[in-house]
């Protein structure tokens, strides 16, 4: 079992302050999740069902590492003995090839007309 549906609409920037009142009336450990993305839940360590594939599992050199369920981090290096197991530590990245925060000024916003789940159409065959 995996915790997350992909075939659904996401909750993204949804107001669900009522409908989680309503719902911790009858399971008051209830938790909405997605009304920011999933990535502000990467710093919760809770207890999952036995059953459920782990998707918030750990600390990398830059912060939590979420949605392990959906991706794994593997740790590549020129070097490393097939039958080595140890851990290499986290991967250094060359000066000047990192990505870093911009600070200049933003784009406006791209907004959508509607709350409309909008569905990327699949690509054409030509030929």
Known sequence: MNAMGHDIPTFIGVDKKQVTEKIRKLRPEYMPMGTAG??????????????????????GPHGPIE????FSVVKVREGIAADDYTDPGWYENPPGTQAWEW?????????????????????????
Do not use: C, S
């Open 103 to 127: 600070t200049g000024e933003l784009p406006d916003t791209t907004k959508a007309k509607d709350a409309k789940t909008q569905i990327t159409p699949k690509p054409m065959k030509h030929g």
């Open 38 to 59: 999933m990535a502000d839940m990467g710093e919760m360590e809770m207890e999952i069902p036995e059953n459920t594939v782990a998707m918030m599992t750990g600390w």
């Open 67 to 70: 949605m392990g369920g959906m």
